[in-house]
């Protein structure tokens, strides 16, 4: 490599906190960058506490952890982690609905025509023969038995239909990346940042102050502070959207309790008044929380649902986290590259948080800057972070539009909002013949827009003509075979704690005692 083009590669970078995204972003660097011409430095606060940004994930989180060469059995025992085969959704289309919304897949498709178009024909033509869709995905069918099963490689059971995510302490995780992160060279700095000094002419940061003195300088740093934004937002006036006239929740209380069943391998999410309610069961205890809008509902009357409508005794007081749904204007602005909450933040409803700031990481690493930093390459980072934090937002969106709810002024206000014309126009396509397109790499795919848009009982008014070509007696014979066939699959695989013990990723310290086989009650 000539010295020309060495002199321009970033050699130092500075981590701005730690928590999850600090040492996600630690983790991932000190793998990748490990060539020992580039110093990684973090620098966190004991004094100050973290926000875990969830303790949900969605399937992605898998790639990360490959690509970290972290062992899956190792990574949920160190993590007291479950699986998670999707969400159950209570009260959200209608007071008492339910619906669960699956990762993988719907059924097969037939001669390349799309399963759900051939299931929204067979319905109308045999709605009680038919069935609900979920009865069709295998992540579903095992779901509702609290069972698991991981799909093996060339496997030609329904088990390699199962799609999977995980939920964990997010506590544990980021100690254990940090553990990873240190042992492949990161520099940690104990300290609380005081100070912050730019180039006089360039306006980057060149360096942060700790407390008793010391300075850390970088070419590069990446602000994981958490809502504060300490570099992107109090140093460099980034400015922050507020999409808050849309999804108008704005305070999280959040309260552990003790498990009082073996875990489930779901998330679930229960609408109340003016907002709803998290449950994730995880080896040791159960993570529970109230996301709710301080103009519907007082704090006080939401703690006090959030304690009615939880299964085991308390392991800690309620604890509560104020935020406002948004994004930086800029995820990337000079030389500083905001992950995590420091970049905004939309509420965990369909488990987000942890993947923005893997994707955030991941389109880093595609756009690594030299000396000084592009702004092409800058402009795309955040025109990628833009579109990503944009398709989930909508998809939120969705939850609280997709609505029939008119008991409460909460209910009656999401259900009659203006919503953005990018989430309008995929309603209506939906409306018209059922149909959902996915555009550039919008993170929830087809299925997931299916699951939540039947499930909340916006049902289409047609379906595809090219659906009428197949043959109507076999595509519905064909149908319940599939639906028997997920059924018996689902009946013959373990429960999810059975799974977890015989696959060595069971915690041997867990508080809890362990549960008879069988599932939760």
């Not at 939920?167 to 990873?180: C, K």
């Not at 555009?439 to 009982?457: D, H, K, R, T």
């Not at 076999?474 to 009946?491: C, P």
Request: net charge negative.
């Amino acid at each position: 490599m000539s010295d020309n083009v060495t002199a321009k590669r970033i050699e130092r970078v500075a981590i701005v906190g730690g928590g999850t995204a600090g040492w996600m972003a630690a983790a991932a660097m000190s793998k990748f960058f490990d060539d020992g011409r580039r110093t990684i430095t973090l620098v966190e606060s004991d004094a100050i506490g973290t926000v875990g940004v969830g303790e949900a994930t969605i399937p992605p989180i898998r790639n990360f952890n490959a690509m970290l060469d972290i062992p899956e059995n190792e990574f949920l025992r160190e993590t007291r982690g479950t699986f998670k085969l999707g969400i159950e959704f209570c009260n959200w289309g209608r007071p008492g609905d339910r619906y669960f919304h699956p990762f993988g897949e719907y059924g097969q498709d037939f001669h390349g025509i799309q399963f759900h178009q051939l299931y929204l024909r067979q319905r109308r033509l045999e709605p009680d023969r038919t069935g609900d869709i979920g009865e069709y995905s295998m992540s579903t069918m095992a779901a509702a038995r609290s069972a698991f099963g991981r799909p093996a490689p060339g496997a030609r059971s329904a088990v390699s239909e199962i799609a999977y995510a995980f939920h964990f302490d997010a506590g544990l995780y980021a100690a254990y990346l940090r553990r990873r992160a240190e042992r492949q060279g990161v520099i940690r700095q104990e300290g609380r940042i005081t100070g912050v000094e730019r180039d006089a002419e360039t306006g980057d940061v060149t360096a942060v102050r700790i407390e008793d003195g010391r300075r850390i300088e970088a070419d590069l740093f990446i602000d994981c502070s958490g809502f504060r934004g300490l570099l992107i937002e109090e140093e460099l006036g980034t400015g922050y959207e507020d999409w808050s006239a849309w999804l108008p929740m704005d305070r999280a209380i959040a309260l552990p309790t003790a498990n009082i069943a073996p875990p489930d391998p779901f998330t679930r999410a229960t609408a109340h008044g003016a907002g709803w309610q998290w449950r994730i069961p995880l080896q040791h205890r159960m993570g529970n929380g109230h996301v709710f809008s301080s103009r519907f509902m007082d704090e006080d009357e939401a703690r006090r649902i959030l304690l009615d409508n939880v299964e085991g005794e308390p392991l800690a007081e309620p604890r509560t986290l104020r935020f406002l749904t948004g994004m930086r204007s800029k995820a990337w602005n000079h030389n500083v590259v905001s992950l995590g909450l420091s970049s905004g933040f939309i509420e965990p409803l369909e488990s987000t948080s942890i993947h923005l700031v893997q994707n955030g990481i991941a389109r880093l690493f595609a756009l690594f800057p030299d000396k000084p930093v592009s702004p092409l390459e800058r402009d795309e980072y955040n025109r990628g972070m833009r579109e990503i934090y944009e398709d989930v937002r909508d998809f939120i969106i969705l939850h609280y539009k997709a609505t029939q709810r008119d008991d409460t002024p909460f209910w009656r206000y999401v259900r009659d909002m203006e919503v953005p014309e990018s989430l309008t126009r995929k309603m209506a396509l939906w409306k018209l013949h059922g149909r959902v397109f996915r555009e550039n790499a919008e993170l929830f795919a087809q299925p997931s827009w299916i699951a939540v848009l039947l499930g909340q009982n916006i049902h289409p008014d047609g379906y595809d003509a090219i659906a009428d070509t197949l043959d109507e007696a076999k595509i519905g014979s064909a149908l319940q075979q599939m639906r028997e066939n997920y059924r018996m699959v689902a009946e013959r695989l373990p429960s999810q704690e059975q799974f977890l013990k015989q696959a060595g990723a069971w915690h041997a310290d867990n508080a809890m005692p362990a549960f008879a086989a069988g599932g939760a009650t």
